[in-house]
């Protein structure tokens, strides 16, 4: 029984589908069947975060879930991020503080850190760097990335509608 | 989105030195980057899984690969046999006659070597097809111990070499024998440096095409250089070189001089798509980078110092044992040879014999790894510095001092024939002990041992080399085989760029470099932008290397930090010949004399400020559509070439002397630590570093580099390291094994900079890249060890596990317990 | 590092899973978080005919108080664990052990089913079970069952699971108001899993010690309960003297493995360094509010 499913999902507000096997793990399923690159692959198995994404609202990493177990879910990616062809407060944060060099851990960070400040709107330093610990960097030595997520802290704090689309639907249990 | 500079346009005040922020980070941002495994450069592209040795040590026997072959979507296997018919060994950079090619062909030396190569239709299916192909082995003894490898009886990696020494050389400068019979003091020590690697997130991607009309390879990767290992390959592939192009990925998702060791599996997709028939992919997963990409060497170095009794150093003794791994992979043995240049670092000692041994056992092959044979040196060398201090009563910044480099003795040449460009050795220190407020650090050590505190400071000071000439390497070899005729000299370091400017008035500036994330394109329009007047915003930069259209050398690429120095310098000549050029023009428009002439914010004007101007506009307008209205003699279109090459870039001697490195920075650091008596954990309390790069041209991505940097350093010096078993099995094949340190590890680090121009190059910049990843392990080492001092343990390996270090801590109190 | 390939299966009810894992005879593996097993598929150390996912089975995942016990349905995320005020009020020691499982994304998918299921004994949710007195609930082809936490773990990665039983609930007698309680972890950075842990919950009050409960991670193949010295805690009170003496009393009752990351000696120092820091720890917390935050490793 190792034909291919056909799954659907929203992704970045958008009906998506895509025919794959069961075993095809989510974060290949975005890159190749959906053309979603800006989500990387760094480790298989769940330490470096460069794969994290959005699902259902909540960080997730997606090299460790199936494509098929992400039917008729809302996944986030780094490409929703924008809005209006603005970017994101996180992002343009990251641009102020220098948080990324090579850029590939870039994605799961900026994902990371925005669950981070759900979770907790007013993080310490400490906090910061423990909620950062989720995903791996092997250019910047981190600082550049604490800084900005403590300035967008303060940003999406201040902004009235702080969170874009993909965040919306789930809030915190 | 446009980048946005740190402040509004200015004229006079320049782009060079402000924090541009980068340009870079928009499609980073936004997830358009352009990585090797993005965008698939053309159609029908399969997929390989390489099949590889499950033992260290092993004869092959032979290959069963028709299960394979039977199986869904399956197009190919290829095997070491094939390889070895098909391909010759890579070249190496010893004379011993070690075979390496891209695959085992007669035996697997370490763990994880490739034995076979599966092609399917995508990646699952060639795993699948992978698990069923049948390889027959004789296991043999492994070693894996770089002492143990040269026991009489131990086994035998290589008959044909005989041993598994693959090089040795004896390097005496000076009269080191006579420094140490005259010496009043004489310390030896041994150290252990571990194996560890700098794991960039993205990982090694080939795509590889044959063209069987051309006769031509096209491969796409991450390769960053250096690109002599084109030639290399093309030789290896049995192609001529114009036959074997190579295309990189606009965007690396770092290397740190790992990927420059990437090319056998390129050479290796190469051939299997040859034979194949079909286009080949292959991304190497986390597994197989911790397995078989590449790494520092595992060195054990005896050391010895002779010094007077106020601890002016008269000679050193280094003693080596490199383990390179399984063979010796090119650019081997740069692990010992690298630094040859400013071996003897900041000091002023002119003794100095060097006896180093690469040893090869069944472990995963080496190469340039972020502080390339720098970080070795310096922990070894800045430790030894600190049992002199030790031993002479002397606080270590003191001992330092007296054996400091002095600021009138450059450009000063080193008894290895390294020849540092510029530098303010002590002024450097100064600002080190001052940022750091060592004096206080000091006084509040003597408060926390009353406490019963660990509390430990370290200093560390090292001159940072920057764009090796590629001529080093030659030291491997025997001055009498490079005396003879047929031997070719290397030398050199160059770089290009070239800078149009179209019809409209916009000015490209175009290189082939290579970046992994240091913002070349950024740090490349601060300079165009400060020399033609504009702002950085007006600057497109395209860095995009293809052997096969772009001008490149055997030395071009990203690695030895080579960037700000030799790449700037190309970027900064290149530019002024352009604006040569716009003077030129714009003198011969008016009638007048160039010298009369200047360029300023963009425009180029009589010098008294009257009379009509010429934008970069007008000029290229006219240029472009009136090609009549040029000089004569001028060339038609507005763009300049600059090669940039360093003079003192020179083949290594008949004393085995070399200028291993063009431009030389220096960095002082000084650490403060607290160990946890009961945990062993360490605590950094402080750290401040001083870096001399010369003239800094984007100090926010200068800082960035540090940061980086350090941080690899402090993986190697307290969590990263590739563990073995005494067969040969590798303990730490996981990120869950293999610890890369977080948010949390990473330290704060108090920066300041001291600059000392090179004259060297046309901005006075040096290179920055590998830094404090050189510095790291020497002070927190000794910072550790001074912590710990009160107990009698003494640092001399590393990593520094809590662990490791509780059993030392456990041990000293055991043996104070009993005496 | 892809899957091999499996049969796939996401029934709707717990009776349809069991089904298929005896339908499978023992080649079926549960997929709950997957953040254990998914990453064994990826480097093909498990290879099952079958994965049986149970996260279409939305009746298994829930919080619920009710006669002094919290219960837990097996597919719970660790994530509405850390956040869930009925855990915060009446299980805080099971709240701060969260903090430490990995990382916020891994707790998002990673299930408390899950967790004990795979028994590893370096995670701290077998631990926390095993210092509650908690148990879990089993349901198989003949039935329910409910196994203690000593009765569950066997070994390293192993547990009283039989191959078509699947985890169903986790029951936790509510801790006290007012006990005191503290996880204590040491890893070698933050959110790996423990060298050595230990989860401490003490009830009393002043000096005096009605009942210690001491249980530990990664010093040996299951969590140890380390009865011994909470004897010394219940009979001599929360003196200074005792936490010293639970302390030594605590690394004798371990016998610690070595491995790449720790030598069995330094895992048995730090039985008793971490022992002291959690009591002192839970001992200051008698009375007190509830669920402070949980210190950091290293």
């Known amino acids: 029984m190792s034909d291919t499913v056909l799954v659907r999902m929203t992704v970045n507000g958008q009906s998506r589908q895509g025919l794959c096997e069961p075993r095809k793990l989510l974060v290949d399923f975005l890159r190749e069947d959906l053309g979603l690159t800006g989500t990387h692959v760094g480790c298989e198995h769940g330490i470096c975060g460069a794969c994290t994404i959005f699902f259902n609202g909540e960080a997730a990493r997606s090299c460790l879930m199936l494509a098929i177990q992400a039917a008729g879910a809302e996944l986030g990616t780094v490409e929703g991020l924008m809005s209006d062809g603005k970017l994101h407060p996180m992002q343009e944060a990251f641009h102020e503080h220098h948080a990324l060099q090579c850029g590939f851990c870039t994605p799961g960070m900026l994902l990371a850190a925005l669950d981070l400040l759900r979770t907790n709107p007013e993080p310490t330093e400490a906090e910061i760097r423990e909620g950062l610990a989720a995903v791996l960097c092997r250019c910047t030595g981190y600082q550049g990335i604490v800084k900005a997520v403590a300035a967008a802290a303060g940003t999406l704090r201040d902004a009235v509608e702080t969170a874009p689309a993909l965040l919306r639907h789930h809030p915190l249990p | ?819 | 590092m892809k899957p091999p390939k499996f049969d796939y299966h996401a029934p709707p009810t717990v009776d349809e899973a069991i089904a298929l894992l005896t339908r499978y005879g023992g080649e079926a593996k549960l997929l709950a978080g997957g953040q254990s097993l998914v990453p064994l598929l990826n480097f093909r150390l498990s290879r099952p005919a079958a994965l049986v996912d149970l996260n279409r089975i939305p009746s298994l995942a829930y919080v619920r108080e009710a006669d002094g016990y919290v219960r837990l349905g097996a597919m719970t995320r660790q994530r509405t664990i850390e956040f869930s005020p009925v855990v915060r009020r009446r299980l805080p020691l099971l709240a701060e052990a969260t903090a430490f499982v990995g990382h916020l994304p891994i707790r998002t998918r990673g299930t408390i089913g899950g967790s004990l299921a795979h028994a590893d004994p370096a995670a701290e949710y077998p631990t926390t079970l095993t210092a509650l007195g908690g148990e879990v609930v089993v349901r198989g082809p003949r039935g329910e069952r409910t196994l203690q936490a000593g009765e569950l773990f066997q070994s390293y990665l192993a547990t009283a699971l039989g191959a078509d039983e699947i985890l169903v609930e986790v029951r936790f007698p509510a801790m006290p108001d007012g006990a005191g309680f503290a996880f204590e972890e040491f890893s070698r950075r933050h959110g790996d899993f423990a060298i050595v842990g230990i989860a401490a919950m003490i009830i009393g009050q002043g000096l005096s010690c009605t009942a210690a409960r001491l249980a530990t991670a990664g010093v040996g193949p299951s969590p140890v309960r380390l009865r011994g010295a909470e004897e010394i805690l219940e009979r001599e009170g929360l003196t200074e003297a005792a936490i010293e003496a639970a302390a030594r009393r605590a690394a004798t009752l371990v016998d610690p493995p070595s491995d790449i990351h720790a030598s069995a000696d330094y895992r048995r120092n730090l039985t008793r360094v971490l022992t002291g820091r959690a009591l002192r720890r839970a001992i200051a917390r008698i009375g007190g509010p509830e669920c402070p935050t949980p210190s950091s490793s290293g």
């Open chain 2, 1 to 819: 989105m446009p980048p946005s500079p740190a402040s509004p346009v200015a004229d006079a005040k320049g782009w060079i030195g402000r924090p541009v922020k980068r340009i870079e980070d928009a499609r980073l941002l936004t997830g358009r980057g352009s990585f090797v495994d993005d965008h698939p450069p053309i159609a029908n592209i399969h997929a390989a899984a390489i099949v590889r040795s499950p033992h260290a040590h092993a004869r092959i026997l032979g290959y069963d690969a028709s299960a394979a072959l039977r199986m869904d979507g399956v197009v190919g296997v290829i095997t070491g046999a094939d390889v070895a018919r098909l391909t010759r060994p890579f070249s190496v950079g010893v004379t011993a006659p070690v075979h390496y090619y891209c695959t085992a062909t007669d035996k697997a030396r370490f763990v994880g070597e490739p034995v076979a190569v599966v092609v399917a239709r995508n990646r699952y299916l060639a795993e699948d097809a992978a698990d069923a192909v049948a390889v027959e082995y004789e296991p043999l003894p492994a070693v894996v111990d770089v002492e143990r490898a040269l026991d009489p009886g131990a086994p035998v990696l290589h008959e044909a070499v005989g041993s598994n020494v693959a090089g040795h050389r004896r390097l005496v400068y000076g009269e080191p024998d006579r420094a140490f019979a005259e010496a009043d003091i004489v310390i030896r020590e041994r150290f252990r440096f571990p194996k560890y690697g700098s794991t960039p997130i993205e990982t090694y991607g080939v795509i590889a095409r044959w063209d069987p009309l051309e006769g031509a390879y096209t491969i796409w990767s991450n390769f960053m250089g250096p690109f002599i290992m084109h030639p290399l390959t093309a030789r290896v592939l049995g192609v001529p070189e114009n036959k074997l192009r190579f295309i990189v990925a606009p965007d690396i998702g770092g290397s740190f001089g790992i990927k420059s060791s990437m090319y056998p599996y390129m050479a290796l997709i190469a051939l299997t798509a040859r034979c194949t028939g079909v286009p080949v992919k292959w991304i190497e997963d986390r597994h197989e980078h911790l397995l078989a990409s590449s790494s520092g060497t595992d060195r054990v170095a005896y050391r010895e110092i002779a010094a007077r009794e106020d601890g002016t150093v008269l000679g050193m003794r280094y003693r080596w044992l490199d383990n390179v791994g399984g063979y010796i992979r090119s650019p081997e043995p740069g692990c010992s040879f690298r630094p040859i240049g400013n071996f003897v670092g900041p000091y002023r000692f002119q003794h100095l014999e060097v006896d180093t041994s690469v040893v090869m056992t069944n472990k995963s092959l080496t190469g340039p790894n972020r502080g390339y044979a720098c970080g070795h040196l310096y922990f070894e060398t800045e430790r030894m510095m600190d049992l002199l201090a030790e031993r002479v009563g002397l606080d270590p910044v003191e001992v330092r001092r007296r054996n400091l480099l002095q600021p009138e003795q450059f450009p000063y040449r080193t008894p290895t024939g390294g020849l540092y460009d510029s530098g303010d050795y002590p002024a450097a220190l100064d600002k080190a002990v001052e940022l750091a407020r060592y004096a206080e650090l000091r006084r509040e050590q003597t408060a926390a041992r009353a406490a019963g505190r660990l509390f430990g400071i370290g200093v560390a000071l090292a001159v940072d080399p920057s764009v090796s000439n590629m001529g080093y390497v030659a030291t491997a070899l025997d001055p009498q085989f490079r005396a003879k005729p047929e031997y070719l000299p290397k030398s050199g370091a160059v770089d290009a760029a070239t800078i149009k400017v179209d019809p409209a008035g916009r000015v490209t500036a175009i290189l082939a470099t290579t970046p992994q994330g240091q913002g070349h394109q950024t740090v490349v329009s601060q300079i165009v932008a400060d020399e033609l007047g504009l702002t950085p915003d007006d600057v497109t930069v395209v860095d995009e290397m293809d052997t096969l259209s772009r001008f490149w050398s055997i030395s071009s690429g990203t690695y030895s930090s080579r960037f700000g120095s030799v790449g700037t310098s190309a970027v900064a000549l290149a530019a002024r010949k352009l604006k040569g050029k716009l003077v030129e023009y714009a003198a011969h428009l008016m009638d007048r004399p160039a010298e009369q002439l200047e360029f300023r914010a963009g425009s180029v004007r009589l010098r008294s400020g009257t009379g009509p101007s010429y934008s970069i506009k007008d000029l290229a307008g006219r240029a472009h559509w009136n090609t009549e209205s040029l000089p004569e003699g001028m060339e038609p279109g507005l763009q300049a070439t600059a090669v940039f090459g360093f003079t003192v870039s020179k083949a290594v001697d008949e004393n085995d002397c070399v200028n291993s490195s063009n431009t030389y920075g220096f960095i002082a650091e000084v650490m403060a630590v607290e160990v946890d008596p009961e945990t062993a954990a360490i605590k950094i309390l402080r750290y401040a570093t001083v870096h001399d790069a010369g003239t800094i041209i984007n100090p926010m991505i200068a800082e960035g580099q540090i940061y980086g940097g350090a941080l690899h350093g402090l993986g190697g010096a307290l969590y990263e390291e590739l563990q073995y078993d005494e067969g040969g099995q590798l303990l730490t094949g996981t990120f869950m094994d293999y610890l890369v340190p977080t948010a949390v590890e990473a330290p704060v680090i108090d920066i300041a900079h001291v600059v000392s121009p090179s004259p060297l190059t046309p901005l006075g910049s040096k290179g920055l890249g590998e830094s404090s990843s050189m510095t790291v392990p020497a002070v927190i080492a000794n910072a550790v060890s001074d912590a710990l001092a009160p107990i009698g343990v003494r640092i001399s390996e590393l990593p520094m596990s809590p662990s490791r270090l509780w059993e030392l801590i456990d041990g000293a109190r055991k043996s104070a317990g009993k005496a």
